[in-house]
Structure formats: C-alpha cells, structure tokens
C-alpha cells in the first residue's frame, strides 16, 4: 500500500470536545473587544465624549483623558487574563504584525506593578528596519511608530496560555511617511467625507456631517485536510498545488454550491462563528461555493476601516480554528488549476450618520436626483481611473484568477442592470423617456423609476456591478487586504464627487437647478458610460469591444501596479491627501518585490518538486516497463507465445511517451533555471516583466509534462496527495 493511501484510510474528523454552549450569540458577542458600551462603564463622561469627539471630528483627546482610557483598557484586559499588550497594524508586506509588552513595570526591588499608560496606549515605537519601505528611509534607520486608531476598538487575542490585548494601530515611518496599509484608508474615508459633504450641500443637505464609506467582504477559501497539506511542499511554501493532474470530477457537476455542508466543515464553521462573535466580527452567511472543498463567510455591512481589521482577523481566525479540526485554510486566489479560484467580493456604499446609504435610490424626486448624481460619480471615477482600480488588486496570486472564468476580467468595467443602464442612455442624450414600470415619480424634467433596492440582476462576470445601493468590486483576491481596494475607490470617487458638485454649482447659476444636474450628468456620462457594459465579460466579444472602447485590458502585475506611480494618480492622490508622492513609489517597488520573490519561490519549489519526486518515480516506472517491454518483445514471435504484435507496440509506446515526458520535464527545468539566472542580473521591473512573460510558461510547460507522468503511473508509485483526494475527502 502506497503512503498516500495509507494516509487516506487514516483520515477521520477530529474529535472536537464539546463547550458549554451560550444560550444565544448576543450573550457573547463582542465580549473580547474594549467597544463603546464597555468604555462607557468605565470612564467618567467627559472623557467619553472627548472620545467620541476626537472619533467624529478629529478632536485629540489630553494625555489626561488618554491616561484615564488606557487604565480603563488596562483593567478590562486583565480581567479577561490578558498579560501583555500589542499595537497591531497592517504593514506593507503580508497582513499583520504586531510586537507585544508586559504591562507589568518594576517597583522597588524584585516587586513588580501592572502599569499602562495613555503615551504608551497613543504611540509605541517597533523597530522597523526589517520592514520594506520601498525607499522611505535608509535601511539603518530603523525606527518607525505605531499610533493608535480609535476608530476601532482594542480586542483580546486568545491562545491556549495566554491571551493579549491588541490595539488596532497606524505604523508611521519617523518622518511621518505611512508605512502601513489603514493610514491611507483613513485619510481616504477622510477625503470622501469631505467631497460628499460638499455635494450634499449643493443639493440643499447642509445639516449632514459625516459621510464615510462601509462594506461586507465575502470571504472565499478551500479547505483541505491537514495531512494532505503537510505531503505537498507546494502548498507549503506557495500556497497553491504548482502540479497535479485535474480530477474525474470536478466542479462540472454543479452539485457543490449552496450544497447540504458536511458535518466536519459544519463543526468547523461553527467554531469560527463563535470566535468571531467574540471580537465582534458580525458574520451572517456561511456555505458550501461552486469548487469541491469551496465555502465562503460573508459579514454584515460595517464603516469601511472596521470592516478592514475584522476582515483580517477573520482570516486569522479561519486558519488558526482549521488547525484544531486536522483541516488547513487555503487563501490563496488559485490553490487548484482547473477549478474556480477564490475571491473577495467587496460590496462598497456611503452612508451618513443619519443612516442614509448615498446609493439607494430614494422616495423624492430630489433623492432620486441625488442617486443619479452619486451613481454617475462612481461611473465617472471608475472610467476615469480604471487603471487604478485594477492596480489596487494586482498580486501573484490574482493575477492567476482575473480572467479565469470564474472571476471577471482584468478589465475593468461597470455593470448597472437594464433599468438603470436605459436611465443613463436617456440622460446621455437628454430625453427621460417614460418607463415601462408603474411605480414613477416626476422630477419635473420627465419621468423616472422609483428605483426598487433590488432592481437590477447580479451579473456574475462583472468587475464593477451595482448590485441594488452598493457596488460590488468582485476583482479582489481572497488572501488580500482590503484596505487599498477601498482606499482607491474612496479616492477615486471623492475626486469625482469634487468635480460634479464644482459642475453643478456652476450650471446651477442660471435658477433651474434640475436642469442644471441633468446638464452636468449628460455631459459627464457621454464619455464615461464606456465603461458600463452589460453583457458576458468573459466573452472574447467583450475583450475586442474594450478595446475598441480603449479600455484597459493588464493581464500583467506589473504592468498594473504602473498606475500607482503615474502623474495623474500621483496628483488625485496627493489632491485629496490620501498618498504622498513618496509613499506611492514606495508602494510600487515593495509590490513588484513581493511579485519577483513570489514567483521566484513558486519556481525554486516546482523545481525541487519535479526533480526529487515526480522524476525519480517515473523513472522508477519506466524502468520496470522497459524491463516488460524486452520480456514480452522476447516471448512474442514464431514459436513463441501467441502475443500479438499490437500489444509489442503498445507496450513500446508506453515507454516511449513516459520517456518523453521525463525528458521534457527534466529538459523544462533546466530551461527555467537558466531564465533565472538571467534574470538575477536585471533590474525589478525588467526582473517583473520576464518573469510574466517567460517564467510563468516555463512554469506551465513544466507542470504539463509533470500532470502526463502523474496520469500514466501505478498509483502506489506518485508521491504527492492527488487533486480527487485532496479536493474530495472529507
């Protein structure tokens, strides 16, 4: 018996030990977070408003009212058994990273004293040489600073023996550049704040004072048995299976999504609800996707910042309760070729503090007016700035899933339903036709939908679809953070709004001020509603009608993180004081880097795998076949065995094509070394760019000849856990 069926007999779930259930999630919900209710109970009501000041207006707190929060945090967290604290933040490489301290302080001689003050609560002070800055400072200057974010609320990290309280942070180089991932999506929710407030006080809504931005990631991702994981080096080191022949069954069948969910995923589901009601995380959907071994999370909506960090924590959460079930949580976009991959549909909108979402179509012809406006912004923002977007989501691990045909295309482009899309038809060319629906209200310049919130379709293939008073970008990939995706269309759409509102102001001038924003609209729409596109993205039709359109089509990586550093990004950005010039490049070259490493590794492991396991084992093989082939070349003939003779030669021909294979294989790998030894002598974005268009073949063309031997070998002689175990046990 082969190791890997060994392996497969052996797996069953892992018994879990039952806890003692709370009678209901809101008994528990939050319990591990410091949130408002629990501040509240514990610090005098002037420093709770001063809080709550600072959070709606940007007022500091004193260091007194600091010291007196940073006690009450204190207290809270070593209730809860809490030993140490950490400023946990969102560097530019990977998703967290965090350095923790003791609260404990030296008082008097071998005595110790649990100390926490507000100066350590607001700054701390990690070493952050060892930190990519993409040239924001010298490598010896190691210094950097965390600060703390009290937009979201400080939570307790529970392990086995010890739990630590974490407070959500911005890292800041020591001359102030963002070394991090959430400065700029707070300085982003602060730039659409601003830009919306101005447009709304055109329209009349001067008494509105915040305006921030909200979304609910669903959460995509594979599950796998965890002994299959620790057979396959791959999955190990990249994240994604880099060979193996696709299954008898896949997902052709249909029979995996919104599927009866199997008991040890259900266990499993229901222990990561559990810890997440816990830190506050508010998720509400959970089941099974469309691949073999597929599921998705997905959350309540949440402002854009908080949604950010439990996003994050979920992830962690995901893999961490995966390792108690004997499973592994698989987040990469495309850890199986030949099935969908997994992504991150982040559903966007904007709300005020009166509880108004900015994208649902109102019950007013001046709501309904204002929808428009607010629509025809975002259509303007993601014409105008494609490039960007599909930047915000370039990475190794995307660039496998964008345009596969489970995910929209690298192209960019706007889905808004027939109804709306007939709307824009008529604005563009000035005449509001009747609709064919009754529920019609008069805006005094002709008739409109009285839009209902689910009004449009879910076109499935789409980048950018409005899916009823939210936009869902379906570009994003499952391991990524969500906060530069938000970041860029916060921007993006306050540069939009800014110019509309500066727009209609102007055209307003003449008293009709409806004509006047139906004017603004049509104008702006002419040109924009080239990226509106209601059909099959995937369609080779739809690729050569963007580009007859000049949309943007960057398959590559690193072509499309080009669009950070361009002039006109870098002046949006520097405008609305969302990224620095500086903090741009820096992103760019740290991003490329990660991209070279990535498929560096990637490679490095096929290599290693195809050398050591998969060609020796085939060797293996044909050995024995050639020794069959001489045997039965001998019995066969006159006065011999009656053999005939098309089994000689069929014989001849296994032989034939093992050695072709293990030929190609060896001959491919040797290929692929040699490009890397070219490339070790070329700058980052040739390095990229060779990479894109001759590594990743070269990987391709390794992994065929690799899938050929797995198919033809006796199954006790391949190694490596194959595609129809990994992806069908359970």
């Known amino acids: 018996m082969s190791k890997r069926s060994e392996i497969t007999l052996s797996i069953k779930p892992v018994c879990i030990t039952p806890v003692a259930a709370h009678a209901k999630a809101s008994d528990y919900f939050g319990m591990n977070t410091f949130n408002e209710q629990t501040m509240r109970k514990m610090v005098s009501e002037k420093t709770f408003k001063a809080f709550k000041k600072w959070q709606d207006e940007g007022a500091v707190i004193s260091m007194t009212q600091a010291d007196e929060i940073a006690n009450a945090m204190k207290e809270w ?6 030993t140490a604290y950490t400023h946990w933040f969102q560097p530019m490489t990977g998703l967290t990273a965090e350095k923790h301290d003791s609260f404990i302080s030296v008082n008097g001689v071998s005595q110790v004293i649990e100390r926490f003050s507000g100066s ?6 990690p070493d952050a040489s060892s930190f990519p800055s993409g040239g924001l400072r010298a490598t010896f200057e190691a210094r950097g600073y965390t600060a703390w974010d009290p937009s979201s609320p400080a939570f307790i990290a529970e392990v086995e023996l010890g739990k630590t309280l974490c407070i959500p942070s911005i890292f800041i180089s020591y001359t102030g550049e963002a070394l991090d991932k959430k400065l700029p999506l707070l300085r982003s929710d602060a730039a659409i704040k601003k830009a919306a407030l101005e447009l709304l006080k055109v329209f009349g809504h001067a008494d509105t004072k915040n305006v921030f931005s909200d979304c609910g990631p669903e959460q995509e991702y594979f599950l796998i048995d965890e002994k299959y994981y620790k057979m396959r080096p791959d999955l190990q080191l990249a994240g994604r299976t880099l060979l193996g022949a696709p299954s008898p069954k896949g997902q052709q069948l249909e029979d995996q999504y919104f599927g009866s969910i199997k008991e040890r995923v259900l266990n499993y589901m229901n222990d990561v609800t559990i810890e997440a009601y816990k830190l506050g995380i508010p998720i509400t ?39 108690r079930h004997g499973l592994v949580c698989l987040l990469h976009e495309k850890p199986f070729a030949g099935i969908n991959g997994s992504g991150k549909h982040l559903n966007w ?9 900015l994208l649902n179509p109102g019950e007013t012809p001046e709501e309904n007016l204002l929808f428009l406006t607010v629509l025809t912004a975002v259509i303007h923002a993601v014409y105008s700035h494609s490039d960007v977007l599909r930047a915000a989501v370039a990475t190794a691990g995307n660039e496998h899933r964008l345009g596969a045909n489970e995910a929209p295309p690298a192209i960019v482009s706007i889905y808004l339903g027939d109804q709306l899309s007939k709307i824009v038809d008529q604005i563009e060319s000035g005449k509001l036709k009747k609709a064919k629906r009754q529920d019609i209200i008069d805006l005094g310049i002709g008739l409109l939908p009285k839009f209902m919130k689910d009004a449009t379709d879910r076109n499935r293939t789409s980048t950018f679809a409005f899916t009823g008073n939210k936009f869902e970008f379906r570009a994003v990939g499952s391991s990524m953070n969500i906060s530069t995706a938000i970041t860029v269309i916060n921007a993006i759409v306050a540069d939009s709004m800014s110019l509309l509102a500066q727009k209609i102001k102007a055209a307003a001038k003449g008293g009709d001020f409806n004509g006047a924003v139906m004017q603004v609209l049509a104008d702006v729409i002419k040109d924009a509603k080239k990226v509106i596109f209601e059909g099959n993205n995937y369609s080779e039709e739809w690729l050569a009608e963007a580009a007859r359109r000049g949309l943007p089509n960057i398959a590559a990586t690193g072509e499309a993180l080009k669009a950070f550093v361009k002039a006109d ?27 070279e490493k990535v498929l560096d590794i990637e490679a490095k492991t096929l290599g290693e795998m195809v050398t050591t396991m998969a060609i020796p084992a085939a060797i293996e093989f044909q050995y024995d076949v050639g020794k069959s082939f001489a045997q039965l070349k001998d019995l066969a003939g006159p006065h011999k065995l009656d053999i005939p003779e098309a089994a000689v030669a069929d014989r001849k021909d296994l032989y034939e094509r093992l050695s072709r294979e293990i030929y190609y294989a060896s001959k491919n790998i040797a290929d692929m070394y040699a490009l890397l030894e070219k490339a070790a002598g070329m700058d980052l974005e040739q390095k990229c760019s060779l990479y894109f268009s001759q590594l990743k073949p070269q990987l391709a063309h390794i992994r065929k000849h690799a899938d050929a031997l797995e198919t033809m070998m006796p199954d006790d002689l391949w190694l490596l856990p194959k595609y129809r175990e990994m992806l069908f046990i359970k």
């Open 120 to 125: 350590k609560l607001i700054q701390g002070e």
């Open 569 to 595: 990004t870098v002046k949006l950005f520097e405008k609305h004081g969302v990224f620095t010039r500086a903090e741009l490049q820096s992103r760019y070259h740290i991003w490329l880097d990660i991209y």
């Open 349 to 357: 909108s904007l709300s005020d503090e009166k509880g108004n979402n």
């Open 77 to 82: 967290a070593l209730a809860k058994g809490a």
């Open 285 to 323: 959907t959970r089941h099974n996707e469309v691949a073999p071994h597929q599921y998705e999370f997905a959350p309540y909506y949440e402002r854009s910042n908080i949604a950010t960090d439990h996003n994050i924590l979920m992830m962690d959460i995901m893999k961490k309760i995966a390792q």
